[in-house]
């Protein structure tokens, strides 16, 4: 089943002429979601967001529900100027670019994933960071997709995570903890002196198992809780109880805030949600 939970228009577009648009997706076991951004106007078009219900982790049943929401959006079936999709798993790590070895894709994600005979294994230099994203996609995806556009940018959704953080904190020196929340999953990324010093993600299920992690990073990493800075994305905000209970720990947190907002997002979504999805025309 299929749940739209959120799309915005913005009346000031032109729909006849779309395909001078850049078309930013992000796909996801439970959801996919999608942004319509004009970069001559500098402003986004169409933000859609999608949920999958009760699905189970088969690509063939992946396959099929996002089939099923092409055949209901019309605006995924308009040629766009250029589009870019990022894929939104834990199936990723980084290596250090001295030691990447393009011949060893599977043995890099053997030592935290299982990895089958026939996946397909890709990946992604992040500049300013000397690390590469090894990771797999979600290839049937890709067919589909290439099957209906031809050709397009592809990446890991944390290649896009991490290289924006580097690109928007390029002057701070200072050692800053990001943590970007989705529904059962959330990223960390640790940035010190402009380069990334741990990036790493964690299923849960309760708010402690929520606070247990970061706290846990936090003490991997030599990081004084009591004085870490930390910024927040994703889907978290003051009134839920994620919240409330890492402010017992960590008391400097604030949100994060876009470089360029926009106004047509402000009133409809938190500003510091959605960030791989936003930033992608920035890539």
Do not use: W
Request: net charge negative; with cysteine.
């Amino acid at each position: 089943m299929i749940k739209q939970t959120k799309k915005i228009t913005n009346n000031n577009v032109d729909f006849i002429n779309l395909q001078e648009n850049h078309l930013s997706i992000q796909l996801s076991l439970d959801g996919f979601s999608f942004c319509i951004y004009n970069k001559i106007r500098e402003e986004i078009g169409v933000f859609a967001v999608y949920e999958f219900q009760n699905t189970s982790n088969s690509p063939y049943k992946h396959l099929e529900l996002v089939e099923q929401l092409y055949q209901q959006e019309i605006l995924l079936h308009i040629k766009y100027e250029s589009i870019s999709v990022v894929h939104l798993n834990n199936l990723v790590t980084q290596v250090p670019q001295p030691l990447f070895d393009k011949n060893q894709l599977k043995n890099y994600l053997n030592y935290s994933i299982k990895v089958l005979e026939n996946d397909f294994i890709c990946y992604d230099e992040i500049p300013n960071s000397d690390i590469v994203n090894v990771y797999i996609p979600f290839v049937n995806i890709n067919n589909f997709l290439i099957d209906k556009y031809g050709s397009f940018n592809y990446k890991h959704s944390s290649t896009v995570l991490i290289e924006q953080l580097i690109h928007q904190h390029k002057n701070i020196d200072d050692i800053i903890c990001f943590v970007n929340v989705s529904k059962n999953n959330f990223e960390i990324v640790v940035l010190k002196n402009k380069k990334l010093q741990l990036y790493n993600s964690f299923n849960f299920e309760t708010k402690e198992d929520f606070v247990y992690y970061i706290l846990f990073t936090a003490e991997q990493l030599n990081l004084n809780p009591e004085e870490l800075k930390m910024v927040l994305l994703g889907e978290i905000n003051e009134e839920l109880e994620l919240y409330t209970i890492l402010y017992k720990y960590i008391r400097n947190i604030e949100f994060y805030k876009p470089v360029n907002s926009s106004p047509i997002l402000e009133k409809e979504i938190s500003l510091h949600s959605h960030f791989t999805l936003l930033n992608q025309h920035y890539n």
